[in-house]
C-alpha cells in the first residue's frame, strides 16, 4: 500500500492507503465527538450534578491524564514485537474503548450527588484510558510511515475529513435522542449510545487490519531510556513551543464542543442543533482541504497562524454580535478551525524528525504523550469552566426545572454560555498564533532537517535488509 524507501526521497502513498486510513478517524471522532458534545449537559444538566462535583471530577481526571499519556507513549515507543509497536494496542483496545464508552450513559437516574459523581468521574477515566492509548497510537504512526509534509498532509486531510464527519455525527445522532422540552426519557439516547460505541471499535479495528508499521523503527531503533526520552523531550524548543500553542487550541476545542448545545437551545434557541453545526462544519469541511494549498504557500506554521488568526476574530466577534450575526461568525470560526484540525499533526511530525536526529530513533510516542500530559488538563480546565461559569450566571438547568428546558434564561446565563462558546476560545487562538511566532522549524532550517532524515531513513532501510538476510 505504500512504497519502501529510497535514499533522498520521501516514501509515497497511494490514494486507497490514505482512504483506509482516515476510516479510524471516522471510529474514533464519532465516540470522542458525542463525549465531548454531550458529556457537560449529560451531567449538569440532564442528572442535576452541581458544579463542584464536576470541577472535582475534572481535577481528578486532569491528574490521571498527567501520568497515563506519556506512560502509554514511552510504552509504545519501546515495545518490540513482530506485529509492530503501535497497530497491536490499537487493534486490542478498541473493545474496551466501546464498552468504557458505553457505561459513562447508564448513570443511575435519582442517585444521590456522591453517587452521579463517583459514576462520573470512574467511567470517565476508564474511558478516557482508552481513547488515550489508541488517540496516541494513531497520531504517532503519522509521522513515521513518510517524510514527506505534503503526504502527511494527505494523511491528515483524510483523517480530518473523516475525523469531521465522525464528530458531526456525534452532534446529530445525540440531537436525536437527547430528552427535548417535552421528555425526561433517556432510555432513547442510551441505545444510541450503544450503536455509536459498537460501529466506533469496528471501523478502528478495521484500520488496523490494512494499514502496516514501518518495520525498520521496530527492527533497527533501539530504544531510549525513560531519563533520556524526557531530557530530550523537554529540551526541544520545538516541541515546547508547539505544545504551548496546541494547549490553547484544546481549550479552544474543548470549551466550543462542550458548550455547542448551549448556544443552540438557549441563546439561539434553534430548537435543533443542525442549524449551528452546518455553520460550523461546511466551512471546516471545506476548508481542510484548502489548508494543502496555503501551506504549499507559506509553509506549515505560517499557515497554522493565519487560520488560527481567522478562528480567533470569528469566535470573539460571536459574543458581542446581534443573534442574526452569529451564525456568520460560526462559520468564520470553522474555517479557521480548518487549520488546528489538519496541521497540528503535520508540526508535531516536523518535531519527531528534528529529535530523530538528535536521538536516533523514531520517538513520535514520547512526544505525542508528554503533549497530553500538557494539553489534556485545558479539557478539564474547560469542563471546570462550563459548570462554574454557568453556576455563577444563575444559569437555570432541567433538573431543576423538573427535567425539562427551562428557555427563559436570564441574560447573564445567556451572555456566560456566549463566553464559553466565544470569547474565552477566541482569545486562546489568538495566544496560539503568537505562541507560533517562536517556532523554528520552518525555511532552510527545516529543509535541511528533512534532508538529513531521508538519508538517515534510508541508512537505517539498508541495515533492516541485512537483519532479515
Sequence with gaps: MASQTTAGRPVKLGLWYKVVWGVAALGTAT?????GALQPIFF????????????????????????????????????????GRRIPYMRFTAPFLALTFILVWFAPQGASEQGIFWWMLVTMLLYDTAYTIIGLVYSALLPEVSESDAERNGLQISSSLFGLLGTLLGFLIPDLVRPKADTTSLWPLQLA?????????LLIIATTLKVKERPEFTKVDEPVNLREALRLSFTSKSFLVLVAANFMSILMQALLLGSIFYLADYVLQAGNVMVVLASLFVPLIIGVPLTTLIRARVGVVRAQQILLLIAGVGLIALTFVPKSLML????????????????????????????????????????????ALITKPAQSI????????LERAAFVTREANGGLIFLNQPESALFGIKMLVGLIPGI??????????????????????????????????????????
Design 31 to 35: 465516540i470522542s465527538g458525542t463525549f
Design 193 to 201: 449510545m450503544i450503536v455509536i460505541a459498537i460501529t466506533g471499535a
Design 382 to 389: 474547560a469542563l471546570a469552566l462550563i459548570g462554574i461559569i
Design 328 to 371: 456568520v461568525c460560526v462559520a468564520l470560526a470553522g474555517f479557521g478551525l480548518s487549520g488546528p484540525q489538519t496541521l497540528t499533526n503535520i508540526l508535531f511530525a516536523q518535531v519527531a524528525d528534528e529529535d530523530e536526529l538528535r536521538s536516533g530513533v523514531r520517538r513520535e510516542g514520547a512526544f505525542f504523550g508528554i503533549n
Design 428 to 469: 486562546a487562538m489568538l495566544i496560539g498564533a503568537v505562541i507560533l511566532g517562536w517556532y523554528p522549524l520552518k525555511g532552510a532550517y527545516l529543509q535541511k532537517v528533512q534532508n538529513e532524515v531521508l538519508e538517515l531513513h534510508a541508512s537505517k532501510h539498508a541495515k533492516l535488509e541485512q537483519i532479515e538476510s
Design 44 to 83: 449538569q444538566d440532564y442528572l442535576g450534578l452541581s458544579a463542584r462535583w464536576i470541577t472535582l471530577a475534572a481535577t481528578i481526571y486532569a491528574v490521571w491524564n498527567a501520568i497515563n499519556d506519556p506512560l502509554f507513549g514511552y510504552i509504545t515507543d519501546s515495545t518490540r514485537s513482530k506485529h
